[in-house]
Structures are given as C-alpha cells and as structure tokens.
C-alpha cells in the first residue's frame, strides 16, 4: 500500500496529534527547553497564525512546523523564528525537509526575508537538516539555558530569503 504524504495548513482540530509530537520533542532533552506541553490557547498565541504547516501520512500528522515573531518592532516584522518538529516514528524520512521547505515558500509569500532557528548542540539531525535547507550557522549561544539543572548551548542558524531583496 503506498503511503500518502499530504502538506497542509495545521488547525485546532489537528492539536491532539500537535501535542503529542510536541510530547515527544520534550523526552528527547534536546528539542525544547519546554518542559512540559501548554494548552492549546497558550500554544496558539506563541506561535503567527500564518505559516502553520503539518505533515499527514495517510490521514495521520506526523509533524508540523509553525513561526514565531522574534520582535513586536517594525523593522523586524520580516523576521520570524521557525520550529519543526516530526513524529518519533517518522524521524529521518524527509518529513522534516518537506516541512521546513514548506515552511519558506509559505513565509516567503507573505514578506518574511529571514528565517532563524536556536537548536541545541546535541540535536545533530535538526542543524543539519537546517544547513541542507539553506540556514547558515551565525553564532553559538554558549549556555544561553537550563534543562532540568544543565546548562545547554543553542546553534544560531539563519536563512535570508533569495527571492526578498
């Protein structure tokens, strides 16, 4: 039976799946410094209502990908940061780059020139799924936050837009 990957725009009704992905990225130590998954209403106010993406294999999500506003200033409303997270099960299928690629064509459409992204160190498979999509590491974060009583380095990665001058 051939599986059937659909992109689409991610809604409340998809939040149960969300969630639970989300849950995942949490146990891994390395995704978030989340502790713990929000509520729905506390979730959907950190994240633009625009550029809400999942993945759904054969009618079940399996990822999603939103942004968020690094800054409420005029000059950075072009400037959004991203998070893409995938199922446990569908880790290194290339749910990932459909995601993140969808992720900049949507954010691209509606003006934003420069996507970053703060991953931890230790999360090798996310900055180099990153790098192949165009990011370019600009910094170490060295210590920028605690997990659980240990301190842990973000890699800065950003991406401009080549079609935004």
């Not at 934003?112 to 910094?139: D, P, Y």
Request: proline share 1%.
């Amino acid at each position: 039976m051939m599986n059937e990957v659909n992109l689409r725009s991610l809604t409340q009704e998809d939040w149960i799946s969300v969630s639970r992905i989300y849950a995942e990225g949490i146990a891994t130590g390395i995704a978030t410094f989340e502790t713990e998954v929000p509520s729905w209403s506390v979730w959907n106010e950190k994240y633009l209502k625009d550029c809400r993406l999942i993945v759904e294999i054969n009618n079940k999500v399996v990822g999603f990908a939103v942004l968020s506003q690094v800054s409420k200033r005029k000059v950075y409303e072009g400037v959004a940061e991203v998070t893409v997270y995938v199922s446990e099960l569908h880790r290194g299928k290339g749910i990932g780059k459909i995601l993140l690629e969808g992720l900049i064509s949507e954010s691209e459409k509606i003006g934003f020139w420069t996507l970053q992204a703060g991953i931890f160190t230790e999360n090798v498979a996310s900055i180099a799924l990153h790098k192949h999509s165009g990011f370019r590491v600009v910094g170490i974060r060295e210590k920028i936050g605690q997990l659980k009583g240990v301190w842990h380095d973000n890699v800065l990665l950003e991406r401009r837009s080549i079609t935004i001058n």
